[in-house]
C-alpha cells in the first residue's frame, strides 16, 4: 500500500511530537506530579486504589499505570496527553523507555515547571518522613529485644 503525501507528512508531525514529548521528560514530570501531589484513589467516584488524581486549575492528572493529563474546555474535558514507561522489546535491562500515545502541546505546559518543582520537594519530605518512620521502628525493634 502506498501512503500518501499527506498520510507521511502527518506521520511525520506525529513522530516530532512524540519526540518532543521525550525530550521534554514529560512522562517523568507528570507522573513526579500526580504521584507526590495528588491524592489515592479510593473505589467511590470511579476511581480505584493504586490511582492517583491531581487537580490545577483547568488540569486534570491522572494516573492508573499510564500518565493522562485533561484541561477542562467549558463542562468537558480534552485529552492532551498519554504516556507511559514500558520496558524495551530488545533488552528488558534497558532502562525503561517512554511512550507516548498522545501529545497535544499547549498552554497547560506553563502549570508544569511550577507543579513539578513542588512536587519534588514534597518527594523529598515524603522520603525524609519515611525513613524516620523506619529509623524510629528499628530503634524501638532494638530496645524491646533489649530490654532498654
Known sequence: MVKSLEQKDLEKIIE??????VDRKLVDKID????????????TDGEYEGH????????RIAYC??????I???DKERLVF?????????DPELPLKDVIEAYIPGEWEKYLPHLYRKAVAEGRKKER???????RE???????RWGV
Open 52 to 59: 492517583f488524581l491531581f487537580n490545577y486549575k483547568e488540569l
Open 65 to 70: 499505570g499510564v500518565s493522562l493529563v485533561y
Open 16 to 21: 516530532e511530537r512524540k519526540k518532543q514529548a
Open 129 to 135: 518522613e519515611e525513613f524516620r518512620k523506619i529509623e
Open 82 to 90: 498519554y504516556g507511559y514507561k514500558d520496558e524495551d522489546d530488545d
Open 72 to 74: 477542562m474546555e467549558g
Open 32 to 43: 513526579t506530579i500526580v504521584l507526590n501531589l495528588g491524592k489515592t484513589g479510593a473505589k
Open 138 to 144: 528499628s530503634i524501638d525493634d532494638i530496645r524491646t
